[in-house]
């Protein structure tokens, strides 16, 4: 695989990987009612962050370094992902207890407040194989990760000479 190749590679995964999992996480909360606690957030916000550095890096030079950017955003919700799913099945105790959201809508703040369903993070809502989503997101990410930063450095090597690192 060609330098050129492995440059469209990696912006697709950078894109597509993150894009991916923010779908399902938000279909999975408006479709099936499964709400994120405090944790799964901070899994998101990498997600977002990723996906700003794959535009980056289809539009400004140089391209791998918004890429491994993203790589690295998309390994950060990852990492955040394993210690997540670590405290779901209670191989260490998380840094907090449970969130809920709240969204007031126009309505009044302290019903909003007094029905919102209590999102715990040490429970596992979904999983698929014995995995939670956090755990998905975690396999999911890291390998993406590590595809990407793979492709930028094969890439990197078939585009210069003697394959040198420049």
């Known amino acids: 695989m060609g330098g050129g190749a492995s440059l469209s590679l990696a912006r697709i995964l950078a894109l597509g ?9 938000y279909v999975g909360q408006y479709a099936f009612g499964l709400y994120p606690c405090e944790m799964c957030w901070w899994q998101r916000y990498p997600h977002f962050i990723a996906i700003g550095f794959a535009v980056m890096g289809t539009i400004a030079r140089p391209h791998r370094f918004w890429l491994g950017l993203a790589a690295l ?9 394993a210690f997540h799913a670590g405290v779901e099945y ?9 969130s809920t959201p709240v969204t007031a809508g126009g309505g009044d703040p ?3 407040i007094m029905n919102a369903p209590l999102v715990r993070c040490d429970e596992v809502q979904w999983s ?9 997101n975690f396999l999911i990410s890291t390998a993406a990760a590590l595809a990407i930063t793979g492709l930028l450095f094969r890439g990197n090597k078939a585009a210069t000479p003697e394959g040198t690192v420049s």
């Open 128 to 136: 698929l194989f014995g995995i939670s989503l956090a755990g998905w």
């Open 110 to 112: 302290l019903e909003a």
């Open 73 to 81: 955003s998309i390994l950060s919700s990852g990492l955040i992902g």
């Open 90 to 98: 209670g191989w260490w105790e998380g840094l907090t207890a449970c």
């Open 17 to 25: 990987v993150p894009a991916a999992l923010l779908a399902g996480a």
